[in-house]
């Protein structure tokens, strides 16, 4: 194709959900509460693993990462969502699609890190006691935080420097409630085979091969407990990881049902169902899940309310 004759496009529009117009507020204010209770949620998880003394441990310093990310990732995606709800559509710059693409890369692929990191801290503190101080200390921990951070925005920036090399010259529709990969080449006049087979690469070594390192991780995690001569000390145990499985069962199964499974027979509002999941609805459910899993985190929580309380008594 002559690229002196095409004709790049400069704004695109995103349809999201079409609602009918009797929710339409309705589902205005659940999507603005769900984005209150996510960001107040994580903002909580990392205030407590802040304050409290006890929660300064690997798990909780991982947690306290993962709920930055999960912060980013909403607010990333949900503002944009919510004008669409309300205006039934919203028409952004190309380049605004671009830069709200990369920062979904750098968090989903931080978090799949971040999750296999947290696997990993949970073998050894289950599989390796005696040698988990020394493997998992203060440095150790920040590095691998710093190596998933940076992992993740060299994905984003490999992804997003291939897309910009792409011609789009229309049609300017994408028919989702953000810019995913699939619907942004789908507005490309180029051959973008090159650019799928290099995000199929990606997809290999920064998905698949962490799921796998985690399903390796846990393997090891129960045969470990099923050892555990008495009921309590394998509950006990178990109580300490199953929070964090639950929450890669959940985050790794909806990517699944997205980007592995074929999607032929997949209408696009399922495939927006499905994306809304993992983009919206994982970030709110996660310090949900550690908080009503985990004994440690309620007790502080109990503590810091006791503590408001008896300093409003002492005021009055």
Not at 121 to 134: E, G, M, S, V
Not at 252 to 261: A, D, E, M, R
Request: one cysteine or more; charged letters at 10%; proline letters at 3%.
């Amino acid at each position: 194709m002559d690229q002196r004759n095409v004709t790049r496009i400069t704004t695109v529009l995103l349809l999201g959900f079409q609602i009918p117009q009797s929710i339409t507020f309705l589902a205005f204010f659940l999507l603005l509460l769900l984005y209150c209770i996510t960001i107040c949620g994580n903002l909580l998880i990392i205030t407590l693993v802040s304050y409290s003394r006890t929660l300064h441990s690997p798990m909780y310093f991982f947690l306290s990462h993962l709920s930055v990310l999960d912060i980013i990732l909403v607010t990333d995606i949900l503002p944009n969502m919510i004008s669409t709800v309300l205006i039934k559509k919203t028409i952004m710059s190309f380049s605004d699609c671009l830069a709200q693409f990369y920062f979904f890369v750098i968090t989903e692929s931080s978090e799949c890190l971040l999750l296999t990191v947290m696997s990993w801290d949970r073998y050894l503190a289950i599989c390796k006691p005696l040698h988990y101080t020394l493997k998992m200390n203060y440095q150790v921990c920040w590095t691998l935080v710093i190596l998933c951070w940076m992992l993740g925005v060299f994905v984003a920036l490999v992804y997003t420097v291939t897309i910009s090399m792409l011609q789009f010259c229309g049609p300017d529709i994408i028919d989702h409630f953000f810019c995913d990969f699939d619907p942004i080449l789908q507005l490309s006049c180029s051959d973008t085979t090159a650019a799928q087979f290099e995000v199929t690469i990606l997809g290999v070594i920064f998905v698949v091969i962490p799921f796998f390192i985690i399903i390796v991780s846990y393997a090891y995690i129960i045969s470990t407990i099923l050892k555990i001569p008495s009921v309590t000390g394998r509950q006990k145990v178990f109580s300490t990881c199953s929070s964090h499985l639950t929450v890669v069962c959940i985050y790794y199964g909806t990517l699944v049902c997205v980007y592995l499974i074929p999607n032929r027979g997949q209408t696009r509002d399922i495939t927006k169902l499905i994306s809304l999941l993992y983009t919206v609805v994982t970030p709110m459910i996660n310090p949900l899940i550690y908080s009503l899993r985990n004994q440690e985190l309620k007790k502080v929580v109990s503590n810091l309310i006791q503590n408001f309380l008896d300093m409003h008594v002492i005021k009055m």
